[in-house]
T-cell receptor
Framework: DTEVTQTPKHLVMGMTNKKSLKCEQH?????MYWYKQKAKKPPELMFV???????INESVPSRFSPECPNSSLLNLHLHALQPEDSALYLC???????????????FGPGTRLTVL | GDSVTQMEGPVTLSEEAFLTINCTYT??????LFWYVQYPGEGLQLLLK?????DKGSNKGFEATYRKETTSFHLEKGSVQVSDSAVYFC?????????????FGGGTRLMVKP
């Protein structure tokens, strides 16, 4: 089973709202990732968690706040977003981040976010 | 830095036609290479991968061979179906201080007509 689940599937929020995106995997993976994907573009890396610790923040604005409560869960807290933050937000997981030859990133179906 | 270049789309084919989507890469060392597929309104699905030179990845009738001499990983399928219509991303995995990361090509949209 290589399933990564994400909720909600769609989210519409105003610029003053606070919302959260959730990602879950039960593959025993120890690395989890958040990506942002704009229309007709490849995914762009936002954050990486390795063994529940934040290891990469790709200069993401503070209105995006990641959280990894345990090895199976990854959240992305959203506050005071801008309309240009509207995008598909993808979560991925992999066994680890050390680069072993078996290490493959598996993606969830994404959350389609619209900021009004 | 490491990079991936894909042919620009859209690629429009009739059902049962032969498909090639070109992918070339620039990298130090020997990265692992991947093809991901994204169907409309969905996330990315791993299609196939290859971890060393001359490896051939295959899945669902798609194939790609890791060619070190030409730094290429072209995706092929002998007979496409309407259900193959999607965006295809070539990617390489590189290693930095933080761990192993993916860098993606720009994506190629495939449209298959009945």
């Amino acid at each position: 089973d290589t399933e990564v689940t994400q909720t909600p599937k769609h989210l519409v929020m105003g610029m003053t709202n606070k919302k959260s995106l959730k990602c879950e995997q039960h593959m025993g993976h120890r690395a989890m990732y958040w990506y942002k994907q704009k229309a007709k573009k490849p995914p762009e890396l936002m954050f990486v968690y390795s063994y529940e610790k934040l290891s990469i923040n790709e200069s993401v604005p503070s209105r995006f706040s990641p959280e990894c409560p345990n090895s199976s869960l990854l959240n992305l807290h959203l506050h005071a977003l801008q309309p240009e933050d509207s995008a598909l937000y993808l979560c991925a997981s992999s066994q680890e981040t050390s680069g072993g030859t078996t290490d493959t990133q598996y993606f969830g179906p994404g959350t389609r976010l619209t900021v009004l | 830095g490491d990079s991936v270049t894909q042919m620009e789309g859209p690629v429009t084919l009739s059902e049962e036609a032969f498909l090639t989507i070109n992918c070339t890469y620039t990298a130090t060392g020997y990265p692992s290479l991947f093809w991901y597929v994204q169907y409309p309104g969905e996330g990315l699905q791993l299609l196939l991968k290859a971890t060393k030179a001359d490896d051939k990845g295959s899945n669902k009738g798609f194939e790609a061979t890791y060619r070190k001499e030409t730094t290429s990983f072209h995706l092929e399928k002998g007979s496409v179906q309407v259900s193959d219509s999607a965006v295809y991303f070539c990617a390489l995995r590189f290693i930095n201080n933080a761990g192993n990361m993916l860098t993606f090509g720009g994506g190629t949209r495939l449209m298959v007509k009945p």
